[in-house]
């Protein structure tokens, strides 16, 4: 096994080029553990927390570019949490604060898991994710990124850049069901946006099916949301809950959101 | 090398012999260096080549908070960040909070609230609350138990735990 530590953009995707099977480590929350556990031998690992493009995040004619390397910790600062207030509280949900100093937005991205707690929020704003290799920078709507559970379309040769979305400015909020309110992984998640300059509501579920799910609909028919919400959801029955909880919890969730955002 | 029951328990703590990465870092202001295997976690060069047992070895997976050490003045587990990470940068132990024979003021908190049983969980919680006080010098109930939400003991209950961070905040 090696390390390789790039100190630059160019250097990280030469080596990406070179070596696509390199699994790419950022906050190390997820790799760590399959390497303490014995799970992955990865040939190569990719260090990429001396990249400096990939840190931080910055504002171009209103459209808010977070960089892959994104901490959940900077997330809940402002004046970023006052832009993105959803991400906000979903990254206040993310595991402990030792968790979200080092976790980051590109390893939710690049783990791809349905209970990623900053995807919803980043589903509902519209979010589109950049992707760059030697080849290119290409940009995909968060939607078609997520193609199953814990699978992405990042090519082998491709990083994840940064995450681009134009902040609606309107109420949002994220909720998340688990046991404690810290060290969980939800057991279902749901960020909404009460959209009123469009007129619509906007609601992306988390951990209730093969990945994160948009569902919207017009302002008018706040009455039957919550339903067709968990409608739209396909969860299953897991370690963490069951499928009838889930449904149940996200129509629950949905309600209270809207009564949140809607007050 | 460990053998017999050991041999088939998850640990990262077992000697690896492929240790070709080089690190170079400051551990509680000095500067050290280590050969570590690339896939090592920090925890386990700063307990097994660096001789600073004081930040614990339990979960493994960031749950438990026992090897809460500062990175760069950050709090994180070190079971999670990769020791060739820390390549270049600060570390700050337990073992480093103390001056000398002067313990730090969290520390003696701990002591004068009983605040510590069987003590495993002690250096991490202390890391964590000297980080706390750092960043929020008069922390509420609810911002005290939100910035140790990743530190689990399983003797005190924490009552005794959350006296000795209101007596360190008053000191």
């Known amino acids: ?263 | 090398m460990r053998c017999g029951f050991w041999r088939n328990v998850p640990w990262s703590g077992v000697w690896h012999e492929d240790r070709g990465v080089k690190i170079r870092l400051t551990v509680n202001g000095e500067p050290r260096e280590a050969d570590v295997w690339a896939g090592e976690s920090l925890l386990t060069t700063l307990r097994d080549t660096l001789e600073l047992p004081g930040s614990k070895n339990a979960c493994e997976q960031g749950e438990c908070g026992s090897c809460s050490v500062l990175l760069d003045g950050a709090l994180v587990c070190a079971c999670l960040v990769l020791a060739a990470q820390a390549d270049g940068h600060e570390v700050t132990t337990v073992e480093g909070l103390a001056d000398r024979e002067e313990l730090h003021r969290v520390q003696r908190a701990f002591v004068e609230a009983g605040a510590v049983q069987c003590g495993f969980c002690t250096p991490g919680l202390v890391v964590a609350t000297a980080a706390l006080l750092e960043a929020n010098p008069d922390p509420s109930d609810d911002e005290m138990r939100e910035a140790l939400s990743g530190n689990l003991c399983r003797c005190t209950g924490y009552a005794k735990i959350f006296d000795a961070v209101r007596l360190a905040a008053r000191s």
Not at chain 1, 71 to 77: Q, S, V
Request: net charge negative.
């Open chain 1, 1 to 263: 096994m090696e390390v390789l530590t790039p100190r630059s953009l160019d250097e990280a995707l030469s080596v990406k080029a070179e070596r696509p099977d390199a699994r790419p480590i950022a906050g190390g929350t997820d790799l760590l553990v399959e390497l303490n556990f014995d799970r992955a031998r990865p040939e190569t690992l990719l260090n990429l927390n001396e990249v400096p493009e990939l840190r931080g995040w910055s504002r171009e004619n209103g459209t808010l570019r977070l960089g892959s390397g994104l901490t959940y910790a900077e997330a809940m600062r402002a004046p970023l949490a006052e832009l993105v207030p959803a991400l906000a509280e979903a990254s206040r949900t993310v595991g402990s604060p030792q968790i979200r100093t080092r976790g980051t937005l590109g390893g939710n991205l690049g783990t791809a898991s349905p209970a990623g707690d900053a995807l919803p929020p980043l589903l509902v704003e519209g979010a589109q994710v950049e992707l760059g290799s030697l080849r290119g920078v290409r940009s995909l709507p968060l939607s078609e990124f997520l193609v199953g559970p814990k699978r992405n379309a990042l090519e082998p040769d491709e990083l994840v850049l940064a995450v681009r979305l134009l902040p609606s400015a309107q109420p949002q909020t994220f909720m998340k069901v688990g046991p404690r309110n810290a060290m969980v992984i939800a057991v279902c998640s749901l960020a909404l946006v009460a959209d009123r300059e469009r007129g619509e509501l906007r609601a992306a579920y988390g951990s209730s099916g093969p990945v994160v799910g948009l569902v919207t609909a017009p302002l008018e028919e706040r009455d039957h949301f919550a339903d067709t919400v968990a409608a739209a959801a396909s969860p299953i029955d897991d370690v963490r809950g069951t499928a009838i909880y889930r449904r149940h919890a996200l129509r629950v969730l949905a309600e209270r959101a809207m009564e949140r955002c809607l007050a």
